[in-house]
């Protein structure tokens, strides 16, 4: 082979070479995107929980297996974010409209929120699904559950900050491990926000807000979960 040819053939290869790392580097990120819009993070196993609903009916995790659902920590008499969350909350439920999806709202006012309160409560907002279960209990229980979902509820003993609470919800899989989607940074969110917005990335909170920007998040991860 002549010297020419020889020449040729390198000068190719190291062409060619490159090109080849390249499409694998855009490969790889596409791959990378796709992973993080189509799956899940595990944060951790829901904990275990026992309380009573609105139906003096005995609810714990072990009941919710098999079925996709969302935890909130709320009271009936708030009147700030509770109804908020219960409005995205109803939505969400209303559009989801599956038997395998449920929703656990735990009430961090046990003294006022007696099941037949929370009965009254649901009736009130409209609540039809039998799988949304408005839970009741002891205060120091519901707030040593709160901890473990790492979920902030005020301390008990604090008067001041006894009713006070995250606006967060977390979503739990049919397997009862609580899931979440990645950020456009591709870090887990965790939980999801059950607020309003007065923007559409969900930036300000804002009780009258229009955007709800998480609840259509939660919209679209249940589906995917219950495929």
Known sequence: MSKTKKTTKSAKSKIV?????IALIFLGVGFGM??????????MKVPDFELTDQNNKKITNKDMLGKVYLVEFFFSKCPTICPIMNSNMKVIDQEINNPEFGIISISIDPVNDT?????????????????WHFLTG??????????????????????????????????????????CRYNKDNMPIL?????????????????????????????????????
């Open 34 to 43: 796709s992973y993080f819009k189509n799956n899940f993070y595990t944060v």
């Open 138 to 179: 002891d205060r120091t229980y519901i707030g040593n559950l709160a901890d473990q979902f790492n979920i902030y509820v005020g301390d008990k003993e604090d008067e001041g900050e006894s009713l006070n609470h995250s606006g967060m919800i977390a979503l739990v899989d049919q397997e009862g491990n609580i899931r």
């Open 115 to 131: 099941p037949e309160t929370l009965k009254q409560h649901a009736k009130r907002i409209g609540v039809q699904s039998p799988n």
């Open 191 to 227: 939980y999801y926000s059950g607020l309003n917005y007065k923007d559409p990335e969900g930036k300000e909170t804002d009780l009258t807000g229009k955007y709800h920007p998480d609840r259509e998040k939660l919209i679209e991860d249940i589906k995917k979960l219950l495929k």
């Open 17 to 21: 070479i490159p090109i080849a790392v």
